[in-house]
């Protein structure tokens, strides 16, 4: 699951017993895989709020999840590019109460080449201290630069019924080269859940969904076809359209593992509970052969924030 939205993008953040609560919850109920980052604090103005979240929530089960955690570069201000790399992920070690993240990712390219990134990240697998690494929001090229110097255990892209981007090159590229891929934003911000309307007025603050291409009121208007077209498979599955939506794309990609997310503690039940809607072959043609004749409107892709 994704836990950005406990502290930052969503609008209101919970209290952090709520946040603690939810997470739990959703490890009850089978979750193993975590995301966060360093930067996922309100309206982005600080470090860590997040981290510290899902460190109090995980510390008593550190060895039975997957934390997945990622740092923003800017440059290299501690010498070298692996110490600045090793400064940022202490700080996360410290706040996520673990001495050791399971995958972790830069969050953007920056000035700094990937080869050195890569090279870096080889050394913290050397050292113990990450399990493995990531990339997020890059394209093919860059990921196979960087799998040529350390290999990759994941790469996080935007990816959803409505941002179908990775499918042409690189999905299939970290296929043929064992690495996941996780989607992040796989419910479209909330589109495919079939709850927003054109009517549907976002929080004023630090809501990402004021800027989702898809999410503007004229583009909710023009995607209610693709809504309604989930919202009638759901109903023969008996499921929900956001379920059918992330149902989609885990049976589409055996290395696909989507990180929804929710401040919702019963939407966050109902994300996972897509593992559990099986789509049969007709049923994911049926699906995928609509969708392809449906108009997109609004595109983020791999370029924006
Ligand atoms: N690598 C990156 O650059 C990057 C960027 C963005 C996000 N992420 C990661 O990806 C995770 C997921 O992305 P995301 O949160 O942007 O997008 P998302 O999962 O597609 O959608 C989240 C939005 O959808 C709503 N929602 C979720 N499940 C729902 C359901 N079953 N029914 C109705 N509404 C539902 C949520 O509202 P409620 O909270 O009210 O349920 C929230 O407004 C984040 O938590 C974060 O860990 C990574």
């Known amino acids: 699951m994704g836990c950005m939205a406990f502290s930052h993008g969503y609008g209101k953040i919970p209290e952090e017993k709520y946040s603690i609560e939810a997470i739990r919850n959703a490890y009850d109920h089978g979750c193993t895989f975590f995301d966060t980052a360093e930067v996922y604090s309100p309206n982005l103005s600080g470090i860590g ?8 929530a995980l510390k008593d089960i550190r060895s039975h999840v997957v934390i997945a955690t990622k740092l923003m570069l800017h440059g290299f201000s501690f010498g070298t590019v692996y110490q600045t790399i090793r400064n940022h992920l ?3 070690l410290d706040r996520l109460q673990t001495d050791y993240v399971d995958v972790y990712y830069l969050h953007r390219m920056s000035n700094v080449p990937v080869e050195k990134v890569a090279e870096a990240m080889g050394r913290l697998i050397d050292d113990g201290l990450i399990r493995g690494w990531g990339l997020s929001q890059v394209d093919v090229d860059v990921i196979d630069r960087a ?5 990759l255990s994941a790469v996080q892209n935007i990816y959803s019924m409505v941002e179908r981007d990775s499918e042409a090159e690189i999905i299939p590229y970290c296929m043929d080269n064992h690495i996941g891929f996780v989607p992040f934003s796989p419910i479209a911000s909330g589109l495919l859940s079939g709850k927003i309307t054109p009517q549907t007025r976002f929080e004023k603050n630090d809501d990402v969904r004021n800027w989702v291409p898809q999410l503007s009121r004229s583009n909710i208007a023009g995607n209610q076809p693709i809504v309604e077209m989930l919202k009638s498979f759901a109903e023969k599955k008996d499921a929900t359209p956001a379920q059918i939506s992330l149902a989609w794309m885990l049976y589409k990609y055996p290395n696909v593992v989507p990180i929804p997310g929710s401040k ?9 509970d897509a593992s559990k809607v099986e789509l049969t072959e007709e049923e994911f043609i049926a699906l995928e052969k609509s969708l392809n004749g449906l108009k997109v409107y609004g595109h983020r892709g791999l370029g924006g924030f």
């Not at 799998?147 to 290999?151: L, R, S, Y």
Request: glycine share 8%; net charge positive.
């Open 49 to 56: 709020y997040n981290e510290r979240i899902v460190g109090k």
């Open 90 to 92: 202490e700080g996360s």
């Open 147 to 151: 799998q040529k110097v350390t290999p």
């Open 264 to 272: 919702n503690k019963e939407r966050i039940i109902e994300n996972l």
